[in-house]
C-alpha cells in the first residue's frame, strides 16, 4: 500500500510536470511578447534564427533595427551560453554549424535546458 | 578560439570509476522484486504510455509544419551524426601504490528528422598495477556501454527517452562524470548510491526544461528502470525522479532526487544538489548530499579560476584550483561500490587548460577512514573531441 503511493506520488509529479508543460505550450502560442519569446517554442533542435516566423514586420524591418536585434540577439546567446552551459564545464570551440546542432540537440537532452535558451544557444553558436 | 577566455567554470574529466563493479547475488536474484504482483509495473508501464503516447501524438498534430533548426532560413540547419567523447591518462598513487589508467570513452549521437536523437556511449579503461614477481605494469582492458538511448523530444517540455539510460539521481552521473568535465578526478564517495553499481538503468523518462517564471526555470526528470538481470545491462527495479530550480540571474541551481527501489528492502532514497557560480568571481561551487539505507554523505566542490590575478594573465586565466571535501557513513545494509566503513576524504588540485578541452590536472588527496589513512596522489592529462561522422559535418 505505501509502495503504491509512494509510486502514485511519484506519477502525480510526472501528471502535473506535463500538465504544466501543456498549459504553458497554449499559453506560449498566443504570446504576443517581444521577438525572442513571440515564436511558440519550436519541438525540434531549435532556430539559429529566433525571430517569429510569420512576422511581415521583421520582413519589411528597416536594416538597422534588423542589425539591432540581430546584436541584441547575438548578445542574448551568449549571455545564456555561458548561463547555461558554464553550469558543467568550459566553454568549448565553436564547431561548424551542423555538428553544433546535433550537440545543442544532445545538451537540450542531458541538460535539460529551455527550448528559448536551446535556440539562443545555437543561434549564437552558428553565427 | 576560445570563447570564455574568462570563463569562471573549467573543464574537467574524470575516470569513471564504477564501470566494471561486480553484482551482488541480491541484484542477479531480484529477491522479491520477481515474485511480487506486477500492479507497480503495470502502474508504471501504463503510467509512462499515458504520458508518453498522447504527448506525442499531441506534439505531431499540434506542428503540421515540421519544426526546422533554422526556421527562418530557406535552407534548415540539419543536425548531422557526429562522434565525441574524451580520452585520458591518468597516474594515481594510491596508498603509495602506482596505477595508470588510460582511458576513451566515445560518444556517438545521431539525430533523426526533427525529434529524435539516438545516443550511446562507451568506455574503454584499464587499470594498469605492479604485480608481484612481474616487470613493468599489469592489467585488463574493461570495454563497457555505459548508455544506449533513443530520445524523442515530444514537445518543447518533454522529452521522452527509452533503453540503456544513465540513472538521473543527482547530478554529477548525468552532468559531471565524462573525464573532460569533472575538476577532479577521483569519483565521489556517495556516487553509488542511487546509481547503482552499473550507474545506468534500464527503462524509461520523462525528462525537460521549462521556464516556470520570469526569475527561473524548472528542470525535471521522471523515470522507471525495469529489473534486468543480463549483463551488461543489468540493472534493478526502481523508479524515481529529479527536480532542480535554476535562477539564471544568480547562476544558481538547486535541485533534489528521489527513488524508490521495487525490489529487495524496498527502501527509498534522497538528494539534493547545489551548483552556484555567482557572477562577480569566477568561482563555482558544487555540492551534493545523498542517503539511503546503504549509507549517506555528501561532497561539497569549491573552484576557482585564477584569472583575476594581476600577474602572468595569459597564464592564470588557464588555471584553475579546486577542492573537494567529503564524508560518508555506512548504513545499515552493504552498499554495492560504497566504502566498507566511514570514510572522510579531503583532496585539493589544480587544472591547467591548454586549449579547448585538452586539460592537465594533478591533485592530492587524503583518505581517512576506520580501514587506515592514506594518501592518494593523481596526475593526467584529459582531452575532449568531437568529430562529424560523414563528409557533410564541413558543410554550413
Not at chain 2, 33 to 52: D, E, N, T, V
Not at chain 2, 374 to 395: A, S
Request: a positive charge; proline letters at 8%.
Amino acid at each position: 500500500m505505501k509502495e503504491t503511493l509512494l509510486l502514485l506520488v511519484v506519477f502525480g509529479m510526472a501528471m502535473g510536470f506535463c500538465g504544466y508543460a501543456l498549459a504553458q505550450e497554449q499559453a506560449s502560442s498566443t504570446d504576443t511578447a517581444p521577438a525572442i519569446h513571440a515564436r511558440p517554442p519550436s519541438p525540434g533542435v531549435g532556430s539559429a534564427n529566433v525571430p517569429p516566423k510569420n512576422s511581415d514586420a521583421a520582413a519589411t524591418k528597416p536594416a538597422p533595427v534588423a542589425r539591432r536585434d540581430s546584436a541584441a540577439m547575438r548578445l542574448e546567446g551568449e549571455k545564456r551560453f555561458r548561463t547555461n552551459c558554464g553550469r558543467c564545464h568550459m566553454a568549448p570551440h565553436k564547431f561548424p554549424p551542423r555538428t553544433m546542432a546535433t550537440i545543442v540537440r544532445h545538451m537540450r537532452v542531458r541538460a535539460m535546458i529551455t527550448d528559448e535558451d536551446m535556440r539562443l544557444i545555437l543561434s549564437y553558436m552558428t553565427q | 578560439m576560445y570563447l570564455d577566455k574568462n570563463s569562471t567554470t573549467g573543464v574537467a574529466d574524470l575516470r569513471p570509476g564504477h564501470a566494471g563493479n561486480p553484482l551482488t547475488a541480491r541484484h542477479l536474484l531480484g529477491q522479491g522484486a520477481c515474485h511480487r504482483p506486477g500492479i507497480a509495473r503495470l502502474l508504471l508501464g501504463a503510467g509512462f504510455l499515458w504520458f508518453s503516447l498522447p504527448l506525442a501524438a499531441r506534439c505531431q498534430s499540434a506542428s503540421p509544419q515540421p519544426p526546422s533548426t533554422q526556421l527562418d532560413d530557406p535552407q534548415p540547419l540539419k543536425p548531422i551524426p557526429i562522434l565525441q567523447g574524451s580520452a585520458g591518462f591518468l597516474a594515481t598513487f594510491d596508498g603509495g601504490e602506482p596505477h595508470l589508467g588510460p582511458i576513451v570513452t566515445p560518444v556517438v549521437l545521431v539525430p533523426i528528422g526533427e525529434r529524435w536523437l539516438v545516443e550511446t556511449r562507451a568506455t574503454f579503461e584499464s587499470d594498469l598495477a605492479q604485480q608481484p614477481g612481474l616487470e613493468g605494469f599489469h592489467g585488463q582492458l574493461k570495454k563497457e556501454v555505459d548508455y544506449a538511448q533513443l530520445d524523442f523530444i515530444a514537445n518543447p517540455y518533454v522529452t521522452v527517452t527509452v533503453g540503456r539510460i544513465l540513472t538521473p539521481f543527482g547530478i554529477f552521473n548525468e552532468r559531471l562524470y565524462p573525464v573532460w568535465i569533472r575538476n577532479l578526478q577521483s569519483d565521489p564517495l556517495i556516487l553509488p548510491i542511487g546509481i547503482g553499481p552499473s550507474n545506468a538503468s534500464t527503462g524509461a523518462m520523462l525528462r525537460g526544461g521549462f521556464k516556470a517564471a520570469p526569475q527561473f526555470n524548472v528542470n525535471y526528470a521522471v523515470y522507471y528502470s525495469a529489473l534486468s538481470t543480463a549483463s551488461p545491462v543489468d540493472s534493478s527495479r526502481f523508479a524515481g525522479g529529479r527536480v532542480g530550480i535554476f535562477v539564471p540571474k544568480a547562476r544558481l541551481e538547486v535541485g533534489g532526487s528521489f527513488q524508490h527501489l521495487l525490489q529487495d528492502e524496498r527502501s527509498n532514497l534522497f538528494g539534493f544538489h547545489l551548483i552556484w557560480q555567482p557572477q562577480a568571481l569566477p568561482f563555482d561551487l558544487r555540492a551534493e548530499t545523498a542517503r539511503s539505507r546503504r549509507g549517506r554523505g555528501y561532497w561539497i566542490e569549491p573552484a576557482y579560476r585564477l584569472s583575476q590575478l594581476p600577474f602572468w594573465r595569459n597564464q592564470m586565466r588557464r588555471t584553475q584550483v579546486v577542492a573537494r571535501m567529503q564524508e560518508f557513513l555506512v548504513g545499515p545494509l552493504p552498499g554495492d561500490g560504497l566504502p566498507d566503513v566511514n570514510t572522510r576524504q579531503f583532496e585539493a588540485g589544480m587544472n591547467y587548460y591548454f586549449m579547448d578541452g585538452l586539460k592537465a590536472t594533478g591533485n592530492y588527496g587524503r583518505q581517512f577512514s576506520m580501514d587506515g589513512n592514506k594518501n592518494v596522489w593523481t596526475f593526467g592529462v584529459t582531452y575532449r573531441f568531437v568529430v562529424p561522422l560523414g563528409r557533410e559535418g564541413n558543410e554550413l
